[in-house]
């Protein structure tokens, strides 16, 4: 692997743009690829990774890594995957690349976009480096590492003080067979000043086979700023993911999180949230919705640092055939977090006997005004509730969806925006 | 219409129906009375076609082997149970529900399927009859319904689904008198020539708002005298107990 690494690494030198191949960004690059050769994909043996082996996931799903293959007619992309009668702004990964950046909805002087392959204004990106380092810490996760390493794309958003957008913004993630790579990684850093509002909305797409699709996001929110994020795994795909999210929360800033996986054979979702400031919150809904042997995990982290801090989690799954879901949910209360608000609930159907679920709750609390609570739940669907909707004239298999999108449903009652809840619903196939 | 000769069903290996006869006919409205554990839910359940017991004899529904046909083969076929406990099914709205299963039944019987504007109309209607506010059809199905709420959306489920033959599996329980009244209101305006009930029940009182032809005493799953409405009266005077 590490000589594979080696070569791949010089492609990658030889491709960037000029901005970054400063000798300093060089030598950060290769001390965090260093890091990951000496720990590789994380296996079992590490706590955080313990329901979700992921070097042997991608042992018996990939059978070479080419690591960094670099060539420009991969950023093309279908047409037909693009939203249709939902205005919004638009940034367009197509393996692992920048193929386009659109925010023609918005106040051109509010905003600042960066993609280091196109930008040539160094000030600039200095400029932004000083909000978000360049390169994340990565704290022993040797897949941040890799990212620090090898990432290629990486585009960055300021949000000026008081803008709020006008549009949401959707960031595609395509890959398709036109891909070189076996291994994509990306980052995108997002600034939002002072009493801004932005909702994203992450759509996954993908058509290539057996990809390792490694993303960083970076998200800072000024005081009193509205972060509504949105991530949507639905179609059915062979590829294994990494989707980190670092929040990082100022005073009355608000956080909201809603994760839809479905559609990959394995992913992870990370989502670190750090509540700095006195009275932000943070909320995290998500499904998993599972068959064949698919295999997803959602993990938490919610760092409750200030006082007056708000928390709420819940995850609802749904496993069938072979699958295993994963939720790993810790809230962190320090001592100075007095009057924490923090809640965590996940609930799961097991349809199958074959399915495995895991949930793994940590409280780990200093402070001791606080309130905290988490629960889990796992169960088949209700015999009796099938009978009884069956008796009504549907069968087997009209109840059973009618029963499995009731208990879903709640969940998507939790999107705040009307517009973007019935979007979502359409997507991902549920009824009201 | 309906046929049951020699029912015996077993759950759990405890015997429950032990030979039971019945015979109601199109048009009749029956009552079966009986004490607590003497079958009167089980036989409900048989006939409707819930699983998990073991069964013996013979039920015929319009001359065919009722205990040959699924859940909702019955339900297509006209039967309709009104449940003693009305499940609460989270996330489900009641209209989209109630229509998703009127058009299961159209459909089964080669009939067009009702849009979303032909069904309300339906079911606001049949509301207005049976004197029930429209707004528990926009809720989620028996979500946070009282007991009597979860009753009378039962009495609208089976107005709209108009069914042949029904099953009021106690459904008097736990009524207050203005519930049983809207209660025995729904089920008298559904009474015709052509359609038969099955009314299950401990108490003689419902009995007073619904006037059946035919008054059946089950105990320990036998039925073990049939009568007209003066039976019932008799039970209430003397307890189930003289009949032991």
Not at chain 1, 202 to 218: A, E, G, R, Y
């Amino acid at each position: 692997m590490e000589e594979q690494l080696k070569r791949n690494f010089n492609n990658l030198i030889n491709n960037l743009p000029e901005t970054d191949v400063g000798k300093e960004s060089i030598k950060a690059r290769k001390i965090y690829l260093k890091e990951f050769i000496k720990k590789g994909f994380p296996n079992k043996r590490i706590e955080d990774w313990k329901f979700s082996d992921l070097n042997q996931i991608i042992s018996s799903n990939v059978e070479e890594i080419k690591f960094f293959d670099y060539d420009q007619t991969q950023t093309k992309f279908d047409q037909s995957k693009i939203i249709k009668n939902f205005k919004h702004n638009k940034i367009i990964f197509v393996n692992g690349l920048v193929s386009k950046i659109d925010f023609s909805y918005e106040e051109k002087a509010k905003i600042e976009v960066l993609n280091n392959l196109t930008e040539e204004n160094t000030k600039k990106i200095g400029r932004l480096r000083s909000i978000h380092p360049e390169f994340t810490y990565s704290d022993e996760n040797p897949l941040i590492s890799l990212n620090n390493g090898l990432k290629f794309s990486h585009v960055k958003l300021n949000v000026k003080k008081n803008y709020k957008f006008k549009k949401p913004l959707i960031i595609y993630n395509f890959t398709n067979q036109e891909i070189n790579s076996t291994v994509v990684n990306l980052r995108f850093d997002l600034r939002l000043q002072e009493k801004s509002a932005l909702k994203i909305i992450n759509l996954f797409n993908d058509d290539s086979d057996n990809s390792i699709v490694n993303i960083n996001h970076q998200y800072r929110l000024g005081k009193g700023a509205i972060l509504k994020n949105y991530k949507i795994d639905h179609k059915e795909n062979s590829n294994i993911k990494y989707f980190y999210n670092n929040i990082d929360l100022d005073d009355d800033s608000v956080s909201e999180n809603f994760v839809f996986s479905k559609g990959s054979k394995f992913i992870k979702h990370e989502i670190n949230c750090d509540l700095r400031g006195e009275y932000s919150s943070a909320f995290v809904n998500g499904i998993i919705n599972l068959k064949n042997s698919q295999h997803h995990e959602i993990k938490t982290n919610i760092n409750h640092l200030r006082r007056d801090t708000k928390s709420y989690q819940l995850i609802k799954s749904v496993l069938d055939e072979n699958s295993k879901g994963v939720y790993q949910g810790k809230i962190f209360v320090n001592q100075h977090a007095q009057k924490t608000d923090g809640y965590q609930l996940s609930r799961t159907l097991l349809l199958n006997e074959n399915t495995e679920f895991d949930a793994k709750p940590e409280l780990e609390i200093y402070a001791d005004d606080v309130k905290c609570s988490h629960g889990s739940t796992s169960g088949n669907l209700d015999e009796n509730s099938i009978f009884y909707l069956m008796s009504r004239g549907l069968n087997y298999q009209q109840s059973r969806e009618l029963l499995i999108n009731g208990f879903l449903l709640d969940i998507i009652e939790k999107i705040t925006d009307l517009e973007i809840k019935d979007l979502i619903k359409n997507i991902i196939k549920i009824k009201e | 219409m309906l046929k049951i000769e020699n029912l015996k069903a077993k759950i759990d290996e405890r015997h429950v129906l032990r030979g039971l006869n019945l015979e109601i006919k199109t048009g009749e409205l029956h009552a079966i009375m009986g004490p607590n554990g003497s079958g009167k839910s089980t036989l409900s359940n048989v006939l409707s076609g819930k699983k998990g017991y073991e069964i013996s004899g013979r039920i015929t529904y319009e001359n065919q082997n009722l205990l040959e046909l699924g859940i909702e083969e019955r339900a297509h076929k006209g039967i309709f149970l009104a449940f003693q406990y009305p499940l609460e099914i989270p996330g489900v709205n009641t209209n989209i529900f109630l229509k998703s299963a009127l058009n299961a039944i159209k459909k089964s019987k080669g009939e067009k399927e009702l849009d979303a504007i032909e069904f309300l109309k339906i079911v606001k209607e049949k509301a207005l009859k049976l004197n029930l506010g429209e707004e528990m059809l926009s809720r989620q199905l028996n979500v946070g319904f009282s007991g009597g709420e979860k009753k009378k959306n039962e009495i609208l489920q089976m107005s709209v689904l108009n069914p042949k033959f029904s099953i009021l599996d106690e459904t008097d329980s736990g009524l207050d008198i203005d519930a049983l009244r809207i209660v025995s209101d729904g089920v008298n305006s559904l009474r015709n020539k052509k359609n038969s009930f099955l009314i299950i029940t401990h108490y003689q009182r419902l009995l007073n708002y619904i006037k059946p032809d035919f008054v059946h005493v089950l105990i320990n799953g036998k039925i073990i005298k049939s009568g007209g409405p003066e039976l019932a009266i008799e039970l209430e005077k003397k307890g189930y107990e003289s009949f032991n």
